[in-house]
């Protein structure tokens, strides 16, 4: 893999070390041109046609099958659309009706938020005594009993990069009875992942952190081949319909992974999406993830030769770790504004985590090693102890 | 209203006479501009923290009341995102939950299928003996007795243009203890509509029709003020939430209309409909939809005169009457192949309807003059009458 043509793919604002694609990835400078096509040459020119004549009906299942090489899915078993939580919710109300009898929805302290919440409306509303049970992350592999009808967990933590082993839990989860949905938000273009190999049920994903997507870019689902010709979708829309545009009066569900696309796909976000892809088309995962664990670990001995009053919130061995590494410190809010003022970007998460996302595409030893000065020379200095970077905004 | 103005404002290509603006509107011209801006400078430039430097955050709360000050919501009770479809789901989700004894949601034939479709669904999850009721259209104020939970309607026939009379049908099911969802896909920019005036509960569109904000353009959803913090979500996505970014294990609902967030808003296609919403902002709807009424008339009139072998399959008196005009002709699917091959642009919907939408933005009498000589011609001729005007397409 050469990085050094990767990097120079991507529009990377001048003076700006951008630890934070795991949050948004940058724009890779092709898409402009893309979404300029798909507003002015598709939009502008073809009008309601385009949805024919410039495929924009077909692309969500395309874009789909190539992420889901990335993520180890056959073809035809992926496609995208909506947003994450959206689809979580799908692909859990999907699972839960594929376990009538059982009541439990596992899942963990470490999960995104949002998906815990999707789960809490879902059983507020489809619930019948379910419950959502959240353990320890260490905990997990104890804890699917003979009444958990669905494990949920996002395989990287979105915080610490904490990483859960897929196979040996999904494998855990089937021996019980149980299925399993499979948050990739922080695994895809992060990790080798090998949804088949680990015989993940569902999974999820976003597409606007590593993949690069842009800002809003929509989600995606897998289910797995077993599942896919008899899931009901939930959420069953127009574009999951067998024939959409027979207008019949009932659902009837269109054939596999098809069923789970919902409404009208957003074709500027695609046109993004697709342009972000025509990167990844090209990349071996086995080989940017080498790359990955590289910078992680530049990263973290870095700071421990330079940042004493920081505490590693990841963990230690790379090969239980993401694509991410946090660290903790009492004022994370205020440094990372001080950071974010000297030209790297990283993000808070509550309560004290400052995180920082290793993207090989874009990001180089020689950014890890200025990143890391410039963090140390802010803690040094209390450069961070200024009013300003201590008042938070609503967003960070 | 200057009329000819706003022509001036949207991309048309040459040679077209666009009738489909009620599938999916044109280009405005400065949305390509508005777009570029949302892609270079934003998030090229900005990265992460355009989600507070550029606005993203707050664009579904203000693009929301934008599009209610077009139909008749107070500011501060509609929010965009997501698909119609999906908006569809949480609206009905949240109605059924404030109305926990009833059983039915009343429905007609007239509806748009999707709509059906996901509260098909909807009953499928979190169904307790609910039933989906459909009726045709003329029934539907006879048809709202003590058991009815929902009423759930579109305000205009997607194939017909007629229209449901909201404030009589909402007063009706008020009697009866019922709440209203309304779909206005064919109704923001077609038609005034008072949800304050006419006391709908709930409320929801598509912004890619008639308010011409691009292909796969985010939905709206409006709740009224006085159920706005009380209803549970459904789809409680964190950015709902009352504290996204405190991370809290637990949903609690945000204020108002926030609540009805999901997830990561669609940033590029929020570019494309704030440029579209910047025309709307200087449009006077009364007078929109006189010049809409004159359109239809003449568009009426003239098919009477030249093409004797259509029947009109919309109301003919203009007050009963969308924005669209359906007309029926066994070989419909053909006629309208013919007739985009033409360069006149209107659509075909299942089984026999050829539909053409009247926007006066950018659509005026010579325009719809001319159409009818196309039309005519091609009836008069059996121009439609070849084999590759009878292929069906997937998407029409």
Known sequence: MDFAATKALFHLPKGVIYLDGNSLGPLPKAAAARIARAVGDEWGEMLITGWNMAGWMAQPRALGDRIGRLVGAPPGYTVIGDTLSVKVYQALAAALALRPGRK?????TGNFP??????????EGFGRGHVLKTVDPEEVATQIGEDVAVLMLTEVDYRTGRMHDMAR?????????ALTVWDLAHSAGAIPVDLTGAKADFAVGCTYKYLNAGPGAPAFIYVAPEHADTVRPALSGWLGHDAPFAFEPHYRPGT????????????????????ALDIWDGVDMSALRARSIELTELFIAE??????????????????????VALRHPEAYAVMQALIARGVIGDFRAPDNLRFGFTPLYIGAAEVRRAVRILADILDNRLWDVTAYKTRATVT
Request: aromatic share 2%; glycine share 8%; proline share 8%.
């Open 104 to 108: 439990v929805i596992l899942s963990d």
């Open 114 to 123: 949002s998906d815990l919440y999707m789960a809490e409306g879902l059983i």
């Open 169 to 177: 839990l999904t494998a855990r989860a089937h021996a019980a009875g």
């Open 256 to 275: 596999g992974i098809e069923r789970m696309r919902v409404g009208t796909p957003p074709v500027l976000q695609m046109a993004a999406l697709e342009a």
């Open 303 to 324: 700071v421990d030769a330079a940042c004493p009053s920081l505490t590693l919130n990841s963990p230690r061995d790379p090969a239980l770790r993401g694509s991410q």
